[in-house]
């Protein structure tokens, strides 16, 4: 199926100024415009990157702070974690969370992108907050930002930025006793490191990754990463290749601090191995840093000292923690008649190794319990400045049969749902790309004297239109359900209905919520 469209760009009707609300005699104080409001704010490019990296974001966002009544004062209230890294910090922070929720904590947990729902990124006790929450504390910001806007020459923040600042805001109003900040991108210049005070600090694997912002080199890399070190602050990390674990040894050391590095996870001691509710060998990587970074968290409200970085006596509420902590769209497995999905919003060459290694052998169990035969199909996406002819290199011994390519775009003739609104890259766009993407397996599988005869490739416009595909002839409900958000009827199903499918999902974080919308749409009730 070629890709069709005919969609105004949406760049064009973005708002870049900051409706007063003096103006307005009534205004609708409800989730929806809520959202709608803030991705305006995608638009708004607030400063430079260069602007950036001289400081000037970390000076506005303390601005922003200030403007709300979050003074630093209330942020060591909070008591935070303080978490950067390439490849497994988002799963490491959820380990964090449901540790210290399990020793009895109040929890608050920001973390980025979101899914589904954009109030998944500020979660309190494990769960995204409510559309109620989220819509009184947005309000309440928006208006402490616009009465303040003429005293500052920057009045507005930028989508990512006054997530931040609501983050707190919410942590500070919500009484949160343990706070875990995952870095958006870098660390140094990150608008989260407006904390002067975290608890403990921590950086998880490190790669190439938003070398735009970052540098190109892994030592650029952990530069920035180490950036959220602070004075006196305990400092963990996993082990690093040679190159980036320098430095951010050395970084450590010239912010005041020492770097301690995480034991192998199979060292805790405990009657059995600990089991982890996040799937995938890789998995016990982060654990390991998180074990470090929620004991170091608990000693410090003993006044112990941290001392060397050991593995320890795990407690009910440590193992627990690990078990059943949830983190969606990483080593995923949604399953349904003849099909299952294997979600994975790995973007970088390691994170995608990784994903490899848990769908071959996820897959292949699965195939061994079916007794049946079962077909790999691939379904993929990257955007912006991530090099895709690489990326899918790591996936090319998975042996799909199927290759699949779609945007990010969940539905394409549907604009209710306001949470997965991207105005900054163009529709048009974003599908150009969906055949550039195609364009580079064709091209990796001819370089590779890959059988095209084994591998079919289909493009679409939006993922609906990919799952109907998928789903025709082998579950009635999943067609049902995706036909009705699809543009137009596909032209042909996918193969023997009686052979089951196993759906890799993966390359971008933003590709699973557009599937998770069609697949599990009720994920955050």
């Given at each position: 199926?070629?890709?069709?469209?005919?969609?105004?760009?949406?760049?064009?009707?973005c708002?870049?100024?900051?409706?007063?609300?003096h103006?307005?005699?009534?205004?609708?104080?409800?989730?929806e415009?809520?959202?709608?409001?803030?991705?305006?704010?995608?638009?708004?490019?607030?400063?430079?990157?260069?602007?950036?990296?001289?400081?000037?974001g970390?000076?506005?966002?303390?601005?922003?702070?200030?403007?709300?009544?979050?003074?630093?004062?209330?942020?060591?209230?909070?008591?935070?974690i303080?978490?950067?890294?390439?490849?497994?910090?988002g799963?490491?922070?959820?380990?964090?969370?449901?540790?210290?929720?399990?020793h009895?904590?109040?929890?608050?947990?920001?973390?980025?992108?979101?899914l589904?729902?954009v109030?998944?990124?500020?979660?309190?006790?494990?769960?995204p907050?409510?559309?109620?929450?989220f819509t009184?504390?947005?309000?309440?910001?928006?208006?402490?930002?616009?009465?303040?806007?003429?005293?500052?020459?920057?009045?507005?923040?930028?989508y990512?930025y006054?997530?931040?600042v609501?983050?707190?805001?919410?942590f500070?109003?919500?009484?949160?006793?343990a706070?875990?900040?995952e870095?958006?991108?870098?660390?140094?210049?990150?608008?989260?490191?407006?904390?002067?005070?975290?608890?403990?600090?921590?950086?998880?694997?490190?790669?190439?990754?938003?070398?735009?912002?970052?540098?190109?080199t892994?030592?650029?890399?952990?530069?920035?990463?180490?950036?959220?070190?602070?004075?006196?602050v305990?400092?963990?990390?996993?082990?690093?290749?040679?190159?980036?674990?320098?430095?951010?040894?050395?970084?450590?050391?010239?912010?005041?601090?020492?770097?301690n590095?995480?034991?192998?996870?199979?060292?805790?001691?405990?009657?059995?191995?600990?089991k982890?509710?996040?799937?995938?060998?890789?998995?016990?990587?982060?654990?390991?840093?998180?074990?470090?970074?929620?004991?170091?968290?608990?000693?410090?409200?003993?006044?112990?000292?941290?001392?060397?970085?050991?593995?320890?006596?795990?407690?009910?509420?440590?193992i627990?923690g690990?078990?059943?902590?949830?983190?969606?769209g990483?080593?995923q497995?949604?399953?349904?008649?003849?099909?299952?999905?294997?979600?994975?919003?790995?973007?970088t060459?390691?994170?995608?190794?990784?994903a490899?290694?848990?769908?071959?052998?996820?897959?292949?169990?699965?195939?061994?319990?079916?007794?049946?035969?079962?077909?790999?199909?691939?379904?993929?996406n990257?955007?912006?400045?991530?090099?895709?002819?690489?990326?899918?290199?790591?996936?090319?011994?998975?042996?799909?049969?199927?290759?699949?390519?779609?945007?990010?775009?969940?539905?394409?003739?549907?604009?209710?749902?306001?949470?997965?609104?991207?105005?900054?890259?163009?529709?048009?766009?974003?599908?150009?790309?969906?055949?550039?993407?195609?364009?580079d397996?064709?091209?990796?599988?001819?370089?590779?004297n890959?059988?095209?005869?084994?591998?079919?490739?289909?493009?679409?416009?939006?993922?609906?239109d990919?799952?109907c595909?998928?789903?025709?002839?082998?579950?009635?409900?999943?067609?049902?359900?995706?036909?009705?958000?699809?543009?137009?009827?596909?032209?042909?199903?996918?193969?023997?209905?009686?052979?089951?499918?196993?759906v890799?999902?993966?390359?971008?974080?933003?590709?699973?919520?557009g599937?998770?919308?069609?697949?599990?749409?009720?994920?955050?009730?």
């Amino acid at each position: 199926m070629a890709v069709r469209f005919s969609v105004r760009c949406m760049v064009g009707r973005c708002k870049l100024g900051w409706r007063s609300l003096h103006k307005m005699a009534v205004y609708d104080y409800k989730y929806e415009q809520a959202v709608k409001e803030l991705n305006q704010l995608q638009c708004n490019k607030m400063l430079s990157r260069q602007e950036k990296l001289d400081g000037l974001g970390l000076t506005v966002m303390r601005q922003f702070l200030q403007r709300v009544e979050v003074s630093q004062t209330d942020l060591k209230k909070l008591n935070v974690i303080h978490v950067s890294g390439t490849k497994g910090k988002g799963s490491t922070c959820a380990f964090v969370e449901s540790i210290l929720r399990h020793h009895g904590m109040r929890t608050g947990f920001y973390s980025s992108p979101h899914l589904l729902e954009v109030r998944e990124r500020i979660r309190i006790n494990g769960k995204p907050i409510s559309t109620q929450l989220f819509t009184k504390y947005f309000w309440e910001v928006y208006e402490h930002l616009d009465r303040t806007k003429d005293s500052y020459e920057v009045k507005i923040p930028s989508y990512f930025y006054f997530l931040t600042v609501m983050a707190y805001y919410v942590f500070k109003h919500e009484n949160i006793t343990a706070t875990i900040m995952e870095v958006g991108i870098g660390g140094a210049f990150d608008c989260t490191n407006v904390i002067e005070n975290p608890v403990v600090c921590g950086v998880s694997s490190l790669g190439i990754d938003h070398t735009t912002m970052l540098g190109n080199t892994l030592s650029s890399i952990a530069w920035q990463k180490a950036g959220i070190f602070k004075k006196g602050v305990p400092a963990f990390t996993v082990p690093q290749p040679k190159e980036g674990m320098d430095v951010l040894v050395q970084r450590a050391q010239e912010l005041g601090t020492k770097l301690n590095v995480t034991p192998d996870f199979t060292d805790y001691v405990c009657a059995d191995i600990p089991k982890l509710g996040l799937s995938g060998e890789h998995q016990k990587l982060n654990a390991s840093l998180a074990l470090q970074l929620a004991n170091a968290w608990l000693n410090s409200f003993k006044n112990v000292s941290s001392g060397m970085c050991q593995p320890f006596s795990l407690n009910t509420a440590f193992i627990q923690g690990l078990a059943s902590c949830q983190w969606n769209g990483r080593a995923q497995i949604l399953k349904f008649n003849n099909i299952t999905f294997y979600m994975d919003g790995a973007h970088t060459m390691r994170s995608l190794g990784c994903a490899v290694k848990w769908f071959t052998e996820a897959s292949t169990n699965e195939q061994m319990e079916l007794n049946k035969t079962c077909d790999r199909v691939l379904a993929f996406n990257v955007t912006n400045e991530r090099d895709a002819y690489n990326l899918l290199s790591v996936l090319l011994p998975c042996n799909f049969k199927h290759a699949i390519f779609t945007s990010n775009i969940a539905t394409l003739i549907s604009s209710d749902f306001n949470d997965q609104t991207n105005f900054k890259n163009p529709v048009e766009d974003r599908l150009i790309r969906v055949l550039a993407n195609r364009d580079d397996w064709l091209e990796l599988c001819s370089a590779q004297n890959y059988p095209m005869e084994r591998c079919c490739t289909n493009t679409f416009p939006a993922i609906a239109d990919a799952v109907c595909w998928l789903a025709e002839k082998r579950d009635d409900k999943l067609f049902r359900r995706s036909l009705e958000m699809m543009v137009e009827y596909p032209t042909s199903s996918l193969g023997c209905a009686q052979t089951h499918l196993q759906v890799l999902v993966t390359g971008s974080l933003h590709l699973i919520g557009g599937y998770l919308r069609i697949l599990q749409p009720d994920i955050n009730n």
